[in-house]
Nanobody, 123 residues
C-alpha cells in the first residue's frame, strides 16, 4: 500500500511558477511509475506528466511540453512537478498517482492516488 500526499498548490498570477511535490509513504516507491493528472471544474481528468522508476524518460501532455517539468527522488520518495509560465487554463486540482503497471496516459492504470492540491492561476 502506498499513500500519496501532494503539496505546493496555491494561487499564482498568470506567467508565474509553482512547484508541486508529492510525498509517498509505504513500500515500493522506487519501482512505481509516478504521474501527475489534473482536473479542472466541469472537465474530465487529464494526464499531465509521468516518470518511470528509472527516471531516464519523462512523458508530458503535448500541450504542456516546455512549461512543465517532472522529476523524482527515489531516496526521498518524492516526485515534483515544476510549472512555469502558468496560464489561467492551468487552473485545476492536481493529483499525484502511482502505477505498478508501468506508464500510461490513462488514469485507470494507476493504482494509488493522492487527495489533490488546488492550483489557481489568476489572469
Amino acid at each position: 500500500q502506498v499513500q500519496l500526499v501532494e503539496s505546493g498548490g496555491g494561487l499564482v498570477q498568470a506567467g508565474g511558477s509553482l512547484r508541486l511535490s508529492c510525498a509517498a509513504s509505504g513500500r515500493g516507491f522506487s519501482s512505481y511509475t509516478m504521474a501527475w493528472f489534473r482536473q479542472a471544474p466541469g472537465k474530465e481528468r487529464e494526464f499531465v506528466s509521468a516518470i518511470p522508476w528509472y527516471s531516464t524518460n519523462t512523458y508530458y501532455a503535448d500541450s504542456l511540453k516546455g512549461r512543465f517539468t517532472t522529476s523524482r527522488d527515489n531516496a526521498k520518495n518524492t516526485v515534483d512537478l515544476q510549472m512555469n509560465s502558468l496560464k489561467a487554463e492551468d487552473t485545476a486540482v492536481y493529483y499525484c498517482a502511482a502505477s505498478t503497471r508501468g506508464f500510461s496516459r490513462s488514469g485507470t492504470t494507476y493504482n494509488y492516488w493522492g487527495q489533490g492540491t488546488q492550483v489557481t492561476v489568476s489572469s
